[in-house]
């Protein structure tokens, strides 16, 4: 019947809702374990929602800011503006941790030690502020020992996983470093120890008359400091002096510390992060695919002997994940997934669709050139089409960066020649010129499209420099009071500002 058709479709709305979270947490490497009821589903879009998670950075952000404004303070505020601050972050954390708790299992969310972090964290931060304004009201003086738990915040909410990630790689780092700092440290100390043989009882003193080398603590800081090659004179010279023999002993002691336990460390820690960063990223592949067969056994429908997803349901699926796209986007998506046009996409093309979506399509409308409309017999001529293929070659622009090259050599020379000033307006009109031949070759939209930020940059700094250019000439041409040759010196250093900037951004835009 009509109510048993209407479940059924709500059940498949359900369904698709779901499939569309699943797919949206392999696309954005999320691993939360939320509950999939109708309900849950929907709170766990809206804690996703970029709102929320933007909102979240902010009230973050305020909280660790808050230390600038607290006593002792950078720029003092009032006590009560601080707590309220305070109080207010506090309130949007314990908020964000509750919506959590409402998506995700009840064992889950308590065997989850981040949130237990958060919220201890919200509790010590409340007790230490209700025990700091206490003691405030007594004029007594004490110190906000909270502040330090406030990184947790950064640290442990679900949108910080990246962080965690980097923590995570570094904590299973640690222990193949031990072993080679371990290493160094004694070889740290047996050298320390040999300094102390050879040095300690020569009654050697330093530049400042202090004793040399006669304490072995002391002797063990001072060859910790000469691996870093901080004070490395300093810490060998009294010894030198002496005899220069015993530069050997600093010689041996910076090749072995310095540089072979130096370089031994750094291919250790590189190696082992990459290691473990390979399976950070080995473990993201997983889940990521898991995520997405989970979608689609939400989605599949039997097709002969294989299951498959309908395109119908895909271009559904899609809208849900990625409604922002266009629909071109969309139709090229589905010719990548069903390359066969067969009506719909097999098990390996679906589990595909998550690095699809992360795959950044620019979509290009090849537009004809104005001039090509208003006359098109000149634009297409013979003439025409030469000159379009000299500015689109290779040869053009590297004609340019000779002419940007002299025109740097021309900027260091003395800018009271006449032949300088000439020189300026030279390269100003081959300057428009390059411009001019540009929009020529290319549509004018497409030139100056939103992207192009060289060739916005290219274009107003020419007309900044030329009218700069014009102005200081007209000021020097006219009459010479004391206050346009002010101007004029003032129009000179813009225009010989902008030539500079001009050069710099010829060379990077090159």
Same mark, same amino acid.
């Given at each position: 019947?009509?109510?048993?058709?209407?479940?059924?479709?709500?059940?498949?709305?359900?369904?698709?809702?779901?499939?569309?979270?699943?797919?949206?947490?392999?696309?954005?490497?999320?691993?939360?374990?939320?509950?999939?009821?109708?309900?849950?589903?929907?709170?766990?879009?809206?804690?996703?929602?970029?709102?929320?998670?933007?909102? =979240? $950075?902010? #009230?973050?952000?305020?909280?660790? &800011? @808050?230390?600038? /404004?607290?006593?002792? +303070?950078?720029?003092?505020?009032?006590?009560?503006?601080?707590?309220?601050?305070?109080?207010?972050?506090?309130?949007?954390?314990?908020?964000?941790?509750?919506?959590?708790?409402?998506?995700?299992?009840?064992?889950?969310?308590?065997?989850?030690?981040?949130?237990?972090?958060?919220?201890?964290?919200?509790?010590?931060?409340?007790?230490?502020?209700?025990?700091?304004?206490?003691?405030?009201?007594?004029?007594?003086?004490?110190?906000?020992?909270?502040?330090?738990?406030?990184?947790?915040?950064?640290?442990?909410?679900?949108?910080?996983?990246?962080?965690?990630?980097?923590?995570?790689?570094?904590?299973?780092?640690?222990?193949?470093? =031990? $072993?080679? #700092?371990?290493?160094?440290?004694? &070889? @740290?100390?047996? /050298?320390?120890?040999? +300094?102390?043989?050879?040095?300690?009882?020569?009654?050697?003193?330093?530049?400042?008359?202090?004793?040399?080398?006669?304490?072995?603590?002391?002797?063990?800081?001072?060859?910790?400091?000469?691996?870093?090659?901080?004070?490395?004179?300093?810490?060998?010279?009294?010894?030198?002096?002496?005899?220069?023999?015993?530069?050997?002993?600093?010689?041996?002691?910076?090749?072995?510390?310095?540089?072979?336990?130096?370089?031994?460390?750094?291919?250790?820690?590189?190696?082992?992060?990459?290691?473990?960063?390979?399976?950070?990223?080995?473990?993201?592949?997983?889940?990521?695919?898991?995520?997405?067969?989970?979608?689609?056994?939400?989605?599949?429908?039997?097709?002969?002997?294989?299951?498959?997803?309908?395109?119908?349901?895909?271009?559904?699926?899609?809208?849900?994940?990625?409604?922002?796209?266009?629909?071109?986007?969309?139709?090229?998506?589905?010719?990548?997934?069903?390359?066969?046009?067969?009506?719909?996409?097999?098990?390996?093309?679906?589990?595909?669709?998550?690095?699809?979506?992360?795959?950044?399509?620019?979509?290009?409308?090849?537009?004809?050139?104005?001039?090509?409309?208003?006359?098109?017999?000149?634009?297409?001529?013979?003439?025409?089409?030469?000159?379009?293929?000299?500015?689109?070659?290779?040869?053009?622009?590297?004609?340019?960066?000779?002419?940007?090259?002299?025109?740097?050599?021309?900027?260091?020379?003395?800018?009271?020649?006449?032949?300088?000033?000439?020189?300026?307006?030279?390269?100003?009109?081959?300057?428009?010129?390059?411009?001019?031949?540009?929009?020529?070759?290319?549509?004018?939209?497409?030139?100056?499209?939103?992207?192009?930020?060289?060739?916005?940059?290219?274009?107003?700094?020419?007309?900044?420099?030329?009218?700069?250019?014009?102005?200081?000439?007209?000021?020097?041409?006219?009459?010479?009071?004391?206050?346009?040759?002010?101007?004029?010196?003032?129009?000179?250093?813009?225009?010989?500002?902008?030539?500079?900037?001009?050069?710099?951004?010829?060379?990077?835009?090159?």
């Amino acid at each position: 019947g009509p109510g048993h058709r209407q479940a059924a479709e709500t059940q498949r709305s359900d369904e698709l809702l779901l499939a569309a979270a699943f797919v949206s947490d392999a696309q954005y490497n999320r691993n939360i374990p939320f509950k999939t009821s109708p309900e849950a589903v929907r709170l766990y879009y809206l804690y996703n929602h970029w709102f929320m998670r933007t909102a =979240t $950075y902010i #009230f973050i952000f305020l909280n660790l &800011s @808050l230390a600038v /404004f607290e006593e002792p +303070a950078v720029y003092p505020l009032p006590f009560l503006a601080t707590s309220l601050v305070e109080v207010l972050c506090l309130l949007v954390f314990f908020g964000r941790l509750m919506h959590f708790a409402k998506i995700t299992r009840r064992n889950v969310f308590w065997k989850d030690t981040k949130n237990i972090c958060i919220m201890v964290a919200i509790l010590l931060s409340l007790t230490d502020l209700a025990i700091y304004g206490a003691l405030r009201i007594y004029n007594i003086k004490s110190v906000r020992w909270s502040r330090i738990v406030r990184p947790i915040f950064l640290v442990n909410f679900a949108e910080s996983r990246q962080i965690r990630r980097a923590f995570r790689s570094i904590r299973n780092t640690l222990p193949e470093i =031990t $072993y080679v #700092f371990l290493l160094f440290m004694f &070889s @740290l100390l047996m /050298f320390s120890l040999m +300094a102390l043989k050879l040095f300690g009882e020569r009654n050697l003193q330093t530049a400042e008359g202090l004793p040399y080398f006669r304490d072995y603590l002391e002797i063990v800081f001072d060859l910790y400091v000469l691996v870093t090659t901080a004070n490395s004179p300093d810490v060998m010279m009294p010894a030198f002096d002496f005899s220069s023999w015993y530069a050997l002993f600093f010689i041996a002691f910076v090749i072995v510390n310095t540089y072979i336990f130096m370089s031994l460390f750094l291919a250790v820690v590189y190696n082992n992060y990459k290691k473990h960063l390979k399976n950070e990223i080995r473990t993201l592949a997983y889940m990521k695919r898991r995520k997405m067969i989970e979608a689609f056994n939400l989605l599949k429908e039997e097709e002969g002997t294989q299951f498959v997803v309908r395109e119908a349901q895909w271009k559904q699926l899609v809208k849900l994940v990625a409604p922002d796209i266009s629909n071109s986007h969309r139709e090229l998506l589905l010719r990548i997934s069903d390359d066969e046009q067969k009506g719909f996409i097999d098990k390996k093309s679906f589990v595909q669709l998550a690095d699809l979506l992360n795959i950044q399509v620019i979509t290009l409308k090849i537009r004809s050139h104005p001039l090509g409309q208003w006359m098109p017999r000149v634009y297409k001529s013979a003439v025409s089409q030469f000159l379009r293929s000299v500015v689109r070659h290779r040869g053009f622009v590297w004609t340019y960066d000779v002419i940007i090259l002299i025109n740097a050599i021309f900027i260091a020379l003395d800018e009271e020649s006449p032949y300088i000033s000439y020189a300026e307006w030279v390269f100003l009109a081959l300057y428009i010129i390059e411009i001019l031949l540009k929009v020529y070759t290319y549509e004018p939209r497409a030139f100056f499209g939103k992207n192009q930020f060289w060739n916005w940059f290219d274009t107003l700094i020419i007309f900044a420099a030329l009218t700069a250019t014009i102005l200081n000439t007209t000021l020097k041409s006219s009459k010479c009071s004391l206050s346009s040759l002010h101007a004029s010196g003032r129009l000179g250093g813009f225009e010989l500002s902008f030539a500079i900037i001009l050069v710099l951004g010829g060379f990077l835009a090159g």
